[in-house]
């Protein structure tokens, strides 16, 4: 029998090489901009074209390299970082795989420009699939400048694997973030398609925090700063305000590098119990310094994943950092002791709403307390048979459902009955319908939506004072994503600058004071869900329509009552809501007989 084993051919290794490394364009920015900072660069610039699948550039200032270094740069297993096995345990570099620079090459076409300190001329080296075409001196700044062309060009099925361009900038950008907050004494910029995404300068964590999230997380942070024998615990967390249902704020660092560990994310989401709901997750940036040889960075090809010498006790220190910032900065429940010890409430959405009984960190006002001392007045003072009463607030319209539903019907009137402020009861000649309020309504509202955006009738409603919406660049890159189906539905808006937008209107059925929250919440969910791009009039209209419905343990009078049954019944399909909920259900004279 011949012989079958046979060494692969150096290319090939390399291609395999690139298959664990490199899984898309944001792994050659992870790369590139990680050996800029081991070569010392005070300023480091990104370029990408097409979400780095035509073109990705990394320019630095550091110390650059000589010719020979940046031949062997392109090398398997080349590294400046590592000469024995011993120093895989002292590791507080970045990149030192030895495969980057040669995975990249194998799979681009690709050009190094790189000129260290002391040289008279750079050298210019030129390498498509690994195979050098060209090498030369030429003129060029201190540093280097490594530019990667044609992502994946000679691998089509690899190619054919990426996701669509805005999906693909969102992992770009969310990489540049993870490096950019590591090193905030490093000057950063980020270019998109000519269009300068990040500008940022050398500064402290906090004024870098603000830069890249926007300016509304400079007062929700909460500095934490803990040293032991065993580490040091520094950074930032955010208040309960911060918190999203979504994942993706969070960032934890261990000697400067990001890394992924579920288990030390749930010691930090720990430390928040009955601050935030089960489905919420905090903001936070952290970083966690302790010795080399405690740790082993080198169980992963991209190395984001670390084994702690003692994982428990780690554990333990974050989440006694976390609960100690959250108490010194009182970000805790506080409860007003002079109140009343009645306490009636109800969670909705991780978030305590009050009844008028309720007086927790907020005290009713004086309009208010006069309100219901007349109306406990006038209930006791009336006959049984006699209670017309009359509320300036919603409460009112609450108690009068109630008592109404315990005297008996004297009319043929077949009215709607709310139970639980969540359901609707109606008659109908076979039983009656029992109608869920808020799935009814999102679907009243979706299908308003999706016919304003098809037909283009744009039912808009002009704000008096408009409002401007301050974002990060992140964030301004989606909403430009999304603008036109948002204008579609009957929003006015336009950009105001570099980083603001502008709502001169809103959709007639949108309250103005939810214009901003409805904003917020289409830019989170697109950039959750961007590459359906197929979908994304209904996507948007899903979650205008679900921002904005009559929500469960909501109050409603007999008129919205009848309106809200007669509009669902109008509706293309009043079955179901766009999630796919039942609407309602019907219950059969004859089953209800059966109880019984």
């Not at 006959?383 to 009068?400: F, G, I």
Request: aromatic letters at 8%.
């Amino acid at each position: 029998m011949a012989d079958i084993i046979q060494l692969l051919p150096e290319s090939i290794a390399n291609q395999i090489a690139a298959g664990e490394v490199i899984q898309r364009p944001a792994s050659v920015v992870k790369e590139l901009l990680e050996n800029s900072i081991d070569a010392q660069g005070t300023l480091i610039q990104l370029v990408i074209k097409d979400s780095g699948k035509t073109m990705i550039k990394v320019i630095d200032d550091g110390i650059g390299m000589s010719e020979t270094d940046a031949r062997m740069s392109l090398e398997r297993h080349a590294t400046s970082k590592i000469r024995s096995a011993e120093d895989l345990f002292a590791i507080r570099t970045m990149g030192f795989r030895g495969e980057a620079m040669a995975s990249i090459a194998s799979i681009s076409q690709l050009e190094i420009i790189t000129k260290e300190q002391g040289s008279d001329l750079a050298v210019k080296i030129d390498v498509a699939g690994s195979k050098l075409k060209s090498q030369e001196y030429c003129q060029a700044p201190q540093g280097t400048s490594i530019t990667v062309k044609n992502l994946f060009y000679n691998i089509p099925a690899r190619r054919k694997f990426l996701k669509s361009d805005p999906v693909e900038l969102k992992h770009i950008l969310e990489e540049f973030k993870r490096v950019a907050l590591a090193n905030p004494g490093i000057k950063f910029s980020l270019t998109h398609n000519g269009n300068e995404v990040y500008h940022l300068v050398e500064n402290n964590l906090r004024k870098r925090i603000v830069k890249i999230f926007g300016k509304k997380h400079n007062e929700e942070l909460v500095p934490i700063e803990t040293e032991t024998d065993v580490l040091k615990i520094g950074g930032f967390i955010g208040k309960p305000s911060l918190a999203k249902k979504i994942r993706g704020d969070q960032y934890l660092f261990v000697n400067q590098r990001y890394i992924k560990s579920h288990y030390l994310n749930h010691a930090i989401k720990t430390a928040f119990d009955e601050l935030i709901s089960k489905e919420h997750t905090p903001f936070y940036v952290l970083y966690l310094d302790i010795d080399p040889s405690r740790i082993d960075i080198n169980v992963h090809p991209t190395k984001t994943e670390i084994k702690f010498e003692d994982e428990r006790l780690i554990y333990q220190y974050l989440k006694v950092s976390v609960q100690h910032g959250l108490g010194k900065y009182n970000v805790t429940p506080s409860i007003d002791f002079e109140a009343e010890n009645t306490f009636i409430g109800s969670r909705n959405d991780g978030r305590i709403t009050s009844s008028p009984q309720q007086y927790v960190s907020n005290k009713p006002s004086a309009t208010e307390r006069k309100a219901w001392t007349e109306f406990y007045e006038e209930l006791g003072s009336q006959n049984r048979d006699d209670r017309v009463l009359t509320l300036p607030s919603e409460a009112s319209q609450q108690v009068e459902i109630a008592l109404d539903k315990l005297q008996p019907v004297t009319t043929q009137e077949k009215r709607a009955y709310q139970i639980h402020n969540t359901y609707v009861i109606n008659q109908i000649k076979s039983g009656y319908l029992i109608i869920h309020q808020q799935y009814a309504h999102e679907r009243i509202l979706f299908e308003r939506l999706m016919n304003s955006m098809q037909s283009k009738e744009k039912a808009t409603q002009q704000l008096l004072f408009p409002i401007t919406l301050e974002l990060n660049p992140d964030e301004c890159i989606i909403l430009s994503k999304i603008l036109q189906p948002i204008r579609d539905m009957g929003f006015q808006i336009e950009p105001f600058g570099q980083q603001s937008f502008i709502i001169q209107g809103v959709p007639v059925i949108l309250h103005e004071d939810m214009s901003h929250k409805v904003m917020l919440h289409l830019i989170r969910q697109a950039a959750d869900n961007m590459d359906l791009n197929a979908g994304l009039e209904e996507s948007i209209a899903k979650a205008v329509a679900k921002q904005t419905c009559i929500k469960a343990n909501q109050s409603m009078t007999q008129e919205e009552m009848t309106k809200l049954i007669d509009d669902l019944f109008a509706c293309e399909i009043p079955y179901l809501s766009p999630s796919g909920k039942k609407c309602f259900i019907d219950v059969d004279l004859s089953k209800l007989e059966s109880l019984f």
